[in-house]
């Protein structure tokens, strides 16, 4: 009996290694048109990366020889087709291609099907009922929510270097409870002891580990080791919270079923717009898709807002001159009475000058269900894998000029309107942007806001970021930066 298992077994084994080398024959020859950096017969470019936080600028080398796009193969079997170009994104970005399963499943488990990894008319009909808590009257007060500053105070007074993201990670953190759930964590305060506030981090922590630990992206590899035990625990603390969460906001709004009624009592928050959200057939959503929706909220509106901020101080700390402009301004457009975050643009350049250096989501990667034709003629087939390099795009120099060189100027008016719409996608672009990009700039707004009137931001040269692309970007040596009390301006 053993020895007809085995034979079975190899069986198997050679059936499925022969679909995947005719599989590579096709691809390779679909790919024909795309020329690309020479690739190892075994494990294709996979050696190029170094994981030491010069890939990224690798990516942008071979864009320069390869242009609009180029294979890039992992191992023998698996090859993207990486976009560096904006005419070339607009092409994959205007569908509704879904997601692939080669980073995003692995965040599943925790998250669900909510809208980072759904698609089809589950997605639209998600899109449909969520925008309604993205608009921006709904954001304005959580302005407010986000303005509880960082505790920096004891780095002010000893000017001692210090890492940015693990405290700005506990900062969005909390203010995503505060405007998901109306949840006063005080995690900048306490540390995270709070077991919910544990399991997210976790979460997020051992996604990170996943995505750059190749055996782990074999589920079984993953399910047995100690890491895969600890995933499984921190999702059953995540999910069991969230739905008790949801449990006691329903019983809470039994009586209150219109946000207007709702909204003249409290805040409205995320939960709040979800419970009452109702389609054309006055159909809400189950209970299983708003935990799906609010642990996607979690997810995004944490670790993203987290990389943008983080990285954000890190250019006004290296470019005193533009703190200075974003500070005078600061001061004289919200006086404490006023916090319209909308009067202050060369801040908001800032911002985004930041984002295009240093892209929260450094690419984004699509599974093709139908041929796409780009511009020039080249056509690649249904069941491909795209990637679109949002750092490659950003860092074009075809497209922008000097484009290593911080200079918010770049998002003057007239300047943008010369450039493509698709030269700057931090956020992705078409149907499938980010929904929640008004919340993550009036975030980063409001920190910066706050940040530089108590503080001035100074670089610390014996520290250079060491930028790696995670699920989110992040710097292998951390981001440091010193700060001191800023001084107080005269209006």
């Not at 294709?44 to 864009?63: C, N, P, R, T, Y």
């Not at 301004?329 to 240093?358: A, F, H």
């Not at 931090?426 to 530089?452: D, H, W, Y």
Request: proline share 6%; with cysteine.
């Amino acid at each position: 009996m053993l020895p007809l298992f085995a034979l079975v077994c190899v069986v198997a084994l050679l059936f499925k290694l022969t679909v995947l080398v005719v599989k590579s024959r096709k691809t390779f020859r679909l790919m024909e048109t795309f020329t690309g950096p020479p690739a190892h017969w075994l494990f294709g470019h996979v050696l190029e990366f170094k994981q030491d936080g010069s890939d990224l600028d690798k990516m942008v080398a071979f864009g320069s020889k390869y242009p609009y796009a180029f294979p890039l193969w992992f191992g023998p079997f698996v090859c993207f087709l990486n976009i560096h170009h904006p005419d070339y994104a607009k092409t994959i970005l205007a569908s509704t291609e879904p997601k692939d399963d080669f980073a995003y499943r692995f965040i599943k488990e925790w998250i669900g099907d909510g809208l980072l990894v759904s698609h089809g008319q589950k997605w639209f009909r998600h899109r449909r009922l969520l925008t309604p808590g993205f608009h921006y009257d709904v954001l304005k007060p959580y302005v407010k929510l986000m303005s509880d500053s960082n505790k920096w105070e004891k780095y002010s007074e000893t000017g001692e270097t210090f890492e940015l993201f693990e405290h700005v990670s506990l900062m969005t953190l909390d203010s995503i409870l505060k405007c998901a759930f109306s949840y006063n964590s005080n995690c900048q305060t306490a540390g995270g002891t709070n077991a919910y506030i544990q399991s997210v981090y976790e979460l997020s922590n051992l996604i990170n580990l996943r995505f750059r630990t190749f055996p782990y992206h074999n589920d079984l590899i993953f399910h047995l080791s100690p890491h895969g035990f600890r995933f499984r625990k921190a999702c059953r603390v995540a999910q069991n919270h969230t739905a008790e969460v949801i449990r006691k906001r329903k019983d809470e709004l039994k009586e209150e079923k219109e946000l207007d009624r709702i909204e003249a009592k409290r805040y409205l928050d995320f939960l709040d717009i979800l419970l009452c959200a109702r389609d054309e057939n006055n159909q809400g959503l189950s209970d299983e898709a708003i935990r799906a929706e609010v642990d996607t909220f979690m997810f995004e509106g944490h670790d993203t807002t987290a990389s943008g901020i983080s990285f954000l101080l890190y250019c006004m700390a290296c470019h005193p001159e533009h703190q200075q402009m974003c500070r005078e301004e600061i001061s004289q457009v919200l006086d404490g009475k006023n916090t319209d975050l909308s009067k202050i643009p060369y801040t908001t350049m800032c911002i985004k000058e930041s984002l295009r250096l240093y892209p929260p989501v450094p690419g984004m990667a699509r599974n093709t269900t139908k041929p796409i034709t780009f511009f020039d003629g080249r056509t690649i087939p249904a069941g491909s894998l795209v990637g679109t390099s949002v750092y490659g795009i950003h860092r074009n120099a075809t497209v922008w000029e000097n484009p290593n060189v911080f200079d918010p100027l770049r998002f003057l008016p007239e300047n943008v309107s010369s450039r493509s719409p698709h030269a700057f996608v931090p956020f992705s672009a078409g149907p499938r942007n980010c929904i929640g990009q008004t919340f993550a700039m009036n975030e980063m707004k409001a920190v910066i806001a706050l940040v530089l009137q108590r503080y001035e931001l100074i670089e610390d040269s014996k520290w250079k970021p060491k930028i790696i692309p995670r699920l989110v970007l992040r710097s292998l040596n951390g981001i440091h930066i010193k700060v001191k009390p800023a001084a107080i301006l005269n209006n």
